[in-house]
């Protein structure tokens, strides 16, 4: 009988990774509606003392496989630690984060144990009468949001964005059972090889920014993005764009906010010229505050919008960016 929610908890370096501790605070959710525990599994190398910060964080047990082969991320020896695990426990969900990692482990080890996948989730629920998880992810380019579920196979097999869900809250007295599983020798065998890896260039993703600034298609050209871009670096954040900018050529996928993007959830962000397409608001209302310059007083970036400055946005963002500038410098 297949039971439990389990979440593949990502470490790098041997630090856990903030996309696990969000997908354990949503499998409780998940697993308090189906009676059921929360399982996080740890795959590294000398990992073993990280099981209690999942503990404190929400997992009722912690499946963990420590072995210098999992020191780094190759494809083979997790995907195999990962099938041991399932076939061994049978859980009734996994949850992967839709990371480069999970991206590429979670269809390896679905197909291989031959369950079905939902990639890039933004929502997931427990349907009352089926008890099925129920996925909901973007399709046709962000343009529609389909809602899928696994009905002839288990696990349920899922990846879920960064940054949508609730990150679980610490507690530093929870008691938790911790699983260690030894390594088979078959486990082991991988045709890839790691000779050297190296961090070329470690820069701040803008789902971790605290504050960001964002372009959309009122800023009319280059000069103009550079505009936008003073006033993100006056506050200390990063310049974002909407899903026309990128296309436009003026910045890349990995800044892009949106449901074909990323979805961020800063203490600030600032939209210039964006007008507010679903697309857009549905991957940054969880923002704290949201100040949204446009001078459209009928623009749907107003509904969402925190504090709206309906005026030309080239009058606004350069007095904004004197006046951060101004502050600092009376500090």
Known sequence: MCKDVYVFAEQRDGNLQKVGIELIGEARKLADDLGQNVVAVLLGNQIKDKASELIAHGADKVVVVDDEML????TEPYAKAMMEIIQSHN????L????SIGRDLAPRVSARIHTGLTADCTKLDIDEETKLLMMTRPAFGGNIMAQISITKSRPQFATVRYRV????QKVES???EVIVCSVKEEMKQSPIEILKSE???????IEDEDVLVVAGRGVRNEKDVKMCEELAKALGGQLAFTRPMIENGFGDVAHQVGLSGRTVRPKLIITCGVSGAIQFTSCMTGSECIVAINNDPEAQIFNVAHYCIVDDLYKVVPYLTELVKQQKGDE
């Not at 859980?91 to 996994?94: D, F, G, H, L, R």
């Not at 961090?199 to 993703?205: D, L």
């Open 199 to 205: 961090v070329i260039e470690k820069t701040k993703n």
């Open 71 to 74: 020191a780094e991320y190759v």
């Open 91 to 94: 859980p009734e969900i996994v």
């Open 165 to 168: 869900m609730d990150a679980a």
């Open 174 to 176: 929870t008691k938790g």
């Open 96 to 99: 992967y984060g839709a990371t």
